[in-house]
């Protein structure tokens, strides 16, 4: 089959996106073609054609219409392709032969910034990473909002896997090396990596936004986003480095124990710290929430900063209500700035844009006024952005869609598309009284005019009335079924200035509206900081919402690691179960004892309370107000939690190896000024190996890291530790039996718990009465084994006492100067230690 010059072009464009469905733009529709074709009618559920040829020489074709374009691109973004968008460069009108096209973007999961698939209220980041000694250099942007940020992950491929997992990033740029490492692992992660070795010349703008010990990954991935976006750039803000000892460092498993972001069963957002604590009124607001919830704060003066805001809209009332009103108006500052940079932007996000802006002068005013001085210094970091307002003053206040539409621009801000529009509204004024005219002259009162893109303007006159039509004026234009089209010169004539007004209008207008929204484009990072800003109080009106709503107090944080919490409580259970149910409790921890031992039948609350413990450090150091009656806390560096069992099937590996691996990472982490919250560790292997293991593990803290710790087991002999561990204190959840049923108080109490309450558990959840009485039988068995065994091994011991001859040789052995004996002097009294041995027996 003979390749059509079109056919031809298309073939050259796709040679160039192999792994990706090209959209080739032919007039009004995105074409596909061959396996693209295939594929995307099944994925899409769109009609298969074909064109050219005959029988199996046919091409397999399909399409989607321009304008709905972006609803089938976000679907098989989901999906995990990819999208090259080829658009006609040229103008057809002016072009001889094939028009030229050109690819103007690679759509990817994680350059995908539009469409049902984006949460508004969540980041979408794409990644790259680099492999350094003992680690990875990563550097993630947001290409909607512009967020640039790099930092070190330490350990080997996994611990960036979860990383990655944790920030929620789509796809992730490696060299193929690193492609080969982490590949197969990434399998199950909805996660699409790409290899790109071959490094590209950035403009030195960009170059500047990489910090000087993460360029590898920051490089890689602006390099991929040029390459792919073929877009200006100049949204992409400079990378925050993480700098050591700036932020509170959770890693992926301690995030998912703790619910910070998801909940363990689902991954839902209900039953999270997040849910409890997002009452923010924009999306920007609910994403600053998250990205402090991932990364808390490790510095003190900055901490205190987030507390001072929060204190004063706390006790400015009327303040923080008309700061929400205002803020409810303002759109997504970040995301319209990043559109506009891409040159995206319509009339209707430019219109947006400056309602937000016009917003900024009210809250600025209600900052100042409020008489707080925290308020009016923050009042004072907002910029108005004036020059931007009044550069959008040009924009309509309804706007369409698209701005090729017209009536994007205002009434009044140019001359010559007023007169434009004028002739148009007049010639169409014109058109309504010619047909009241003709109507009255013939008599036809179903007489119109009408139009249509191929024909224009024409008189529509039904084959009923032709006896009446003056065809002596009338020039026939086309035959219908039903009717008959006319046109007279007079009409032939006003069709060609409306026409023609209307074409210029179109025309002028958006070039307009392009100028305004390049000339929009020098003020991004004036924008940007603004929204940073904007959406900074969005959180701080939110925790304060919050603190007065479930009485929340605020903490004090002071230099040592002592922590001391006063009536503290877990606020998302105490949520969801009501707060007349919730029963607070105390944590305190001393320099001089750090670590407790909990103990305490199963669900009476053990793990909650080690939560609680944690979430009130992490509700600290975003700076919100904790659940506690009082709290006095320290600046914790990491929190590290081993809570809850789950096998790991994909990797192979069981709860146990989950729990060791777990324990391993935070042990080997942890400094002294972290927290460890440590459950039940060794319920997965044997008795013995597990209260090994536990005991071993309690030491190993104690004595060569320092962290203070929250370890609860259910291997009660592990209670007699505080008598060799002086840091450590027993306590434990109290339970009391009633009419012989388990009651759990939930109340935390100082020394050891007496008992498990095992089978009351196991009644709880409705074991048959068979197995539980049996249970009861056997338990009283082994009780009673045990009684019997220590009682002989007590007896064995006091016959051990009373054996003098034993004693006196013990005495001996104790006494003798081993280092001035000579050898024979030494065997002499071995012998003799032996024969008095050998008359005892």
């Known amino acids: 089959m003979a390749t059509t010059p079109m ?99 690679l759509i990817t999961p994680g350059t995908h910034t539009e469409g049902k698939s984006v949460d508004s209220k969540s980041n979408h980041f794409i990644a790259a990473a680099e492999e350094l000694t003992g680690g990875f250099s990563l550097s993630y942007i947001d290409i909607s909002t512009g967020e640039s940020t790099a930092t070190y992950i330490m350990g080997q491929g996994k611990a960036l896997l979860q990383e990655l997992q944790s920030l929620g990033i789509r796809e992730l740029v490696v060299s193929d ?82 619910e910070l972001l998801q909940s363990i069963r689902g991954g839902e957002t209900k039953g999270t710290l997040l849910w409890l604590l997002d009452e923010t009124v924009t999306a920007m607001g609910s994403r600053k929430l998250k990205q402090w919830l991932h990364q808390p704060l490790a510095n003190k003066s900055r901490i205190e900063l987030r507390q001072q805001m929060v204190e004063s809209l706390i006790e400015q009332y009327f303040t923080r209500v008309e700061l929400q009103n205002a803020l409810k108006e303002v759109y997504d500052l970040e995301r319209l700035s990043g559109r506009v940079a891409f040159g995206s932007a319509s009339g209707r996000d430019l219109a947006q844009l400056r309602s937000s802006l016009e ?25 108005r952005c004036g020059e931007v307002c009044e550069l959008l003053e040009a924009i309509s206040d309804n706007p369409p869609l698209s701005a090729k539409e017209g009536g994007v621009i205002r009434e009044g801000f140019n001359k010559q598309l007023d007169e434009y529009r004028d002739a148009s509204r007049n010639g169409k004024d014109w058109i309504a009284q010619l047909e009241q005219q003709e109507r009255q002259k013939t008599g036809i009162k179903s007489l119109k005019i009408g139009y249509n893109r191929i024909f224009g303007y024409y008189i529509e006159i039904s084959k009923a009335n032709m006896h009446l039509a003056d065809l002596d004026r009338y020039e026939r234009k086309q035959t219908l079924a039903n009717a008959e089209r006319y046109i007279t010169p007079e009409l032939k004539e006003k069709e060609t200035l409306i026409l023609t007004a209307e074409e210029e209008s ?31 109080l969005d959180v701080f009106l939110s925790f304060a919402d919050v603190a007065e709503k479930y009485r929340f107090t605020k903490p004090e944080f002071t230099d040592s690691r002592e922590i001391q919490i006063l009536e503290g409580r877990h606020p998302v259970v105490e949520k969801m179960l009501n707060r007349q149910h919730y029963v607070p409790n105390d944590c305190v921890l001393t320099e001089d004892s750090n670590m407790l031992l909990i103990t305490g039948p199963n669900m009476s609350g053990k793990s909650t309370y080690m939560r609680q413990v944690a979430l009130t450090i992490v509700l600290a150091q975003i700076g919100s107000y904790v659940p506690a009656e009082s709290a006095k806390l320290p600046v914790v560096d990491q929190i590290f939690t081993r809570i809850g069992a789950a096998d790991d099937l994909v990797s192979g590996q069981s709860t146990f190896m989950v729990e060791m691996l ?168 071995l012998n003799d230690l032996q024969l008095k041995l050998s008359r005892k027996e």
Do not use: W
């Open 506 to 536: 179109l025309d002028l207008e958006y070039r307009l509206f392009t100028v305004i929204r390049d000339e929009v484009k020098q003020y991004i990072s004036r924008i940007q900081q603004l929204a940073s800003s904007l959406s900074a």
């Open 662 to 829: 777990e324990s391993q990472y935070a042990i080997s982490h942890a400094t002294e000024r972290s927290l460890l919250l440590f459950d039940e560790i060794g319920r997965g292997t044997s008795t013995y190996d597990g209260m090994a293991l536990a005991q071993s593990m309690i030491e190993y803290i104690h004595e060569n890291i320092g962290a203070n710790t929250l370890f609860s087991t259910h291997y009660h002999e592990l209670t007699s530790l505080d008598q060799s561990l002086e840091r450590l204190n027993n306590v434990h959840v109290a339970a009391m039996e009633q009419s012989g049923k388990v009651v759990f108080l939930h109340k935390v109490k100082q020394g050891p718990a007496d008992k498990s309450y095992g089978i009351h558990v196991a009644e709880l959840a409705n074991l048959p009465q068979k197995i539980l009485s049996r249970a009861r039988e056997l338990l009283k068995t082994f009780e009673a084994e045990k009684k019997q065994q220590t009682q002989h091994i007590e007896q064995l011991s006091f016959f051990d006492e009373r054996d003098t001859d034993s004693e006196e040789v013990v005495q001996a052995v104790a006494d003798a100067k081993i280092s001035a004996m000579t050898p024979l002097e030494a065997l002499q009294m």
């Open 359 to 383: 917003k900024v002068p009210a809250i600025i005013e209600e900052l100042t006024e409020s008489g707080n001085l925290h308020l009016a210094e923050f009042a004072g970091k907002l910029d």
């Open 177 to 258: 090396s690193l492609f080969l490492l982490l590949n197969e692992d990434a399998q199950d992660l909805l996660l699409s990596i790409e290899p790109m070795e071959f490094m590209y010349e950035l403009d030195k703008s960009l170059v500047q936004h990489c910090p000087a010990d993460l360029t590898g990954s920051s490089h890689r991935l602006l390099t991929y986003i040029a390459r792919t976006q073929k877009q200006s750039l100049e949204h992409i803000q400079p990378f925050v480095y993480s700098e050591e000892g700036q932020l509170l460092s959770i890693d992926f498993h301690s995030k998912r124990n703790l």
């Open 7 to 105: 056919m031809q072009q298309y073939f050259q464009v796709k040679a160039d996106y192999q792994d990706a469905f090209l959209f080739f733009r032919l007039g009004d529709f995105y074409e596909m073609f061959f396996d693209d074709a295939l594929q995307a009618s099944q994925l899409l559920e769109i009609t298969l054609t074909s064109r050219g040829g005959n029988g199996d020489d046919r091409i397999p074709m399909c399409g989607v219409p321009h304008h709905a374009a972006k609803n089938y691109i976000d679907q098989l973004i989901a999906k995990g392709h990819k999208v090259a968008i080829c658009e006609q460069v040229e103008d057809p009108k002016l072009t001889k032969g094939v028009v030229k096209r050109e690819v103007v973007r």
